[in-house]
């Protein structure tokens, strides 16, 4: 059975800087990519960041120059460091995996919270 886990969520100051990492267990066969999704409250879940195995990445335009996404991709982990954090980074930051057969995978996600 696919587990992916994430950790390093937590409150953070405006301005301050974290880092979420995400592990995968289990059986997994060929990623292709992996990557955050993040989840406000009230709003819908959106791409953060992603990794191909290329090692080609892919922002959304409001984390540009303050994330960067980096990914091992034998260790099947991935991760996020965010810098500069806003009150609008504010969310469950939830990470993805998928497959060159269509499998796709979800973690169950990790807070993160940005207030003074």
């Known amino acids: 059975q696919v587990q992916l886990v994430e950790s390093g969520g937590g409150l953070v100051r405006p301005g301050g800087s974290l880092r979420v990492s995400c592990a995968a267990s289990?059986?997994?066969?060929?990623?292709?990519?992996m990557g955050w999704y993040r989840q406000a409250p009230g709003q819908e879940r959106e791409l953060v960041a992603t990794?191909?195995?290329?090692?080609?990445?892919n922002y959304a335009d409001s984390v540009k120059g303050r994330f960067t996404v980096s990914g091992d991709f034998a260790e099947k982990s991935v991760y996020l460091q965010m810098n500069n954090l806003k009150p609008e980074d504010t969310a469950v930051y939830y990470c993805?995996?998928?497959?060159?057969?269509?499998?796709?995978?979800w973690g169950k996600g990790t807070l993160v919270t940005v207030s003074s």
């Open positions: 289990g059986f997994i066969f060929s990623i292709n990519s």
């Open positions: 993805h995996t998928d497959t060159n057969r269509g499998g796709s995978y």
């Open positions: 990794i191909a195995r290329s090692g080609i990445t």
